[in-house]
């Protein structure tokens, strides 16, 4: 019984956090959204807000069936939990093979993604706030080179282009000293039309993706011990559902039998019942 107990709480306090935690996220998400402009295009690939809350939604409901069917003993909430949480180990493991089997594809699909965010970039704060924070965390700029820039209508360098910041790049991409106090927003002004090794006194010129490339592999065990936890994490909330479902059969079954052994003794009393020696069991 103490052994039970331990799988059916560990299971539900595993799965209560992640309920808050997706409920957190939902309403940060929801919070992001009403806080943005009507005319901003909604995009699941490139709209952080929206993100959160298509995350936040799916960890919500799945959490939701996890939490509640450890705590009322259900074996359909548990059943339909377990078998989501495989799906979505099925469909990790499947994206990971797909992944070393067509690295090239999945390189050109990537540099596609951020190149939408590039051009995006004015058009939604939330998005422009994710890529500074990437072109500062990782010292880069733009998907390949800085001269990706051009790509934004606010940044593109040609003499039609009516915009102040035409030919240049985002403040985000400016290499800042140890004693600068005062953020220059107008650091990257004009910097597409410099050289590479003339922009590179001020701004950062390798591309974001192949710096995050770079770091990736300098982290293969940060990166490598997070992707284990996750999928550790996964397999041991299966193996706590699976082992709560099989429990509960158990105790269903023992049911069961206990019923039809007691039916069988009340039947056995019956046919053993002793009548008065004088009984009369004429039909009149």
Request: charged share 20%; net charge neutral; glycine share 6%.
């Amino acid at each position: 019984m103490k052994g039970y107990r331990t799988i059916k709480y560990t299971l539900f306090v595993f799965c209560y956090i992640f309920w808050v935690s997706s409920s957190v996220l939902v309403a940060v998400g929801i919070y992001a959204k009403t806080a943005k402009e009507k005319d901003v295009v909604d995009t699941l690939t490139v709209d952080p807000a929206l993100v959160l809350i298509v995350v936040g939604s799916v960890m919500f409901i799945v959490t939701f069936f996890g939490c509640f069917g450890a705590l009322r003993n259900a074996p359909c909430l548990l059943k339909t939990f377990l078998g989501i949480l495989v799906g979505i180990l099925l469909l990790q493991t499947t994206a990971a093979v797909i992944g070393y089997l067509f690295t090239d594809m999945v390189m050109e699909r990537t540099e596609k993604l951020m190149m939408k965010t590039i051009i995006r970039y004015r058009d939604d704060p939330d998005l422009e706030n994710v890529i500074d924070f990437i072109q500062k965390k990782f010292q880069c700029c733009g998907v390949q080179t800085y001269r990706d820039w051009s790509h934004n209508v606010y940044f593109e360098c040609s003499e039609s282009n009516p915009s102040l910041e035409a030919c240049g790049v985002p403040f985000s991409c400016c290499t800042t000293s140890h004693n600068q106090t005062v953020l220059n927003t107008m650091c990257g002004y004009g910097m597409q039309e410099m050289r590479q090794s003339s922009a590179g006194e001020d701004i950062f010129t390798v591309g974001c993706l192949e710096k995050i490339i770079w770091w990736t592999k300098h982290n293969l065990f940060l990166v490598a011990g997070l992707t284990a936890g996750l999928l550790l994490l996964e397999v041991c909330m299966i193996s706590l559902a699976a082992a709560q479902i099989s429990r509960i059969k158990k105790v269903q079954q023992q049911k069961r039998r206990n019923e039809n052994r007691e039916m069988s003794l009340r039947r056995e009393r019956k046919d053993s019942y002793w009548y008065p020696a004088f009984s009369d069991f004429s039909d009149e």
